[in-house]
């Protein structure tokens, strides 16, 4: 299935007579039209756990907050499941959250073609709100996108973990990030309105995500005379998706091209690397 017939027929993809509890999320926007797509109620609860349990392991994230040591966080994003994920993961951790929503529609082709001084000048409201928690409180876990975290440079002494997704995650990006922000974990992800976050390691030069298996399995895939196949680990084809839980079966391709990766760390199934999308 192509991106384009679930934009336009979300509907069709909620099972007949389904009684869980659905909610339908929009996606960000930022690189493209924006589409819909739903999940249950409980599968906010398995990304979280999936979420959870991949930090405590790959980041220690358990051994860094406790009752004695308090995840304090701001997070930018755009409202829906976003808002929700990150919520419930904050509170985990016994955490406090200050939530900033952003209208994200169109915002990676503002940033390349005009710059992050014109990003900033859209997201006003946030940049000042931003201002006034960080002089106010002493945060310091923020979960951003790259053009944003120049918004936390004047307080990067406090900040232990910043989680970042979206438009400029690369490794120059985090090699200059991590001399800006010396001491702090750097945690990537890769968000997706009909998934969640999934989650990423810096791998070298190279930045590897894994899918919250078994709902969703990402393959990359190469166009042959009769089809398709998945290409072989390390060649780069386009990204297939299999997103299966009760509330929802959708195979699809997506406009995105990735690495293959193998299992690594504590994932024991392959994963996907270095996604590179146009803009539309």
Do not use: C
């Amino acid at each position: 299935m192509e991106e384009e017939y679930l934009r336009h027929n979300w509907v069709e993809f909620v099972p007949d007579g389904y009684t869980g509890r659905i909610r339908f999320y929009q996606s960000s926007g930022t690189t493209r039209e924006r589409a819909i797509g739903h999940w249950d109620r409980e599968y906010l609860f398995a990304v979280h756990r999936y979420l959870k349990t991949s930090l405590d392991e790959i980041y220690a994230l358990n051994k860094t907050y406790d009752e004695n040591h308090r995840m304090r966080t701001i997070a930018h994003g755009p409202y829906g499941w976003f808002q929700e994920e990150i919520s419930e993961l904050v509170w985990s951790y016994g955490g406090l959250l200050y939530f900033i929503g952003m209208e994200t529609d169109g915002l990676k082709k503002v940033y390349e073609t005009q710059g992050l001084s014109a990003v900033l000048k859209i997201l006003d409201p946030l940049v000042r709100y931003t201002n006034r928690i960080m002089e106010r409180d002493s945060i310091n876990t923020v979960r951003s996108a790259p053009p944003l975290m120049a918004l936390f440079e004047p307080y990067s002494e406090d900040i232990e973990t910043a989680i970042i997704s979206g438009v400029g995650v690369n490794h120059e990006f985090f090699e200059a990030l991590g001399a800006k922000f010396e001491g702090a974990k750097l945690i990537p992800l890769y968000g997706y309105y009909l998934i969640g976050d999934l989650m990423g390691i810096h791998k070298g030069r190279e930045f590897w995500y894994y899918p919250n298996y078994p709902f969703t399995i990402i393959f990359p895939m190469s166009k042959e005379d009769d089809g398709y196949r998945i290409v072989k680990r390390y060649e780069r084809g386009r990204v297939a998706m299999l997103i299966a839980r009760p509330e929802v079966l959708v195979v699809k391709f997506e406009d995105e091209t990735a690495l293959r990766t193998p299992p690594y760390g504590p994932f024991k199934w392959d994963g996907f690397g270095d996604p590179e999308r146009e803009v539309g």
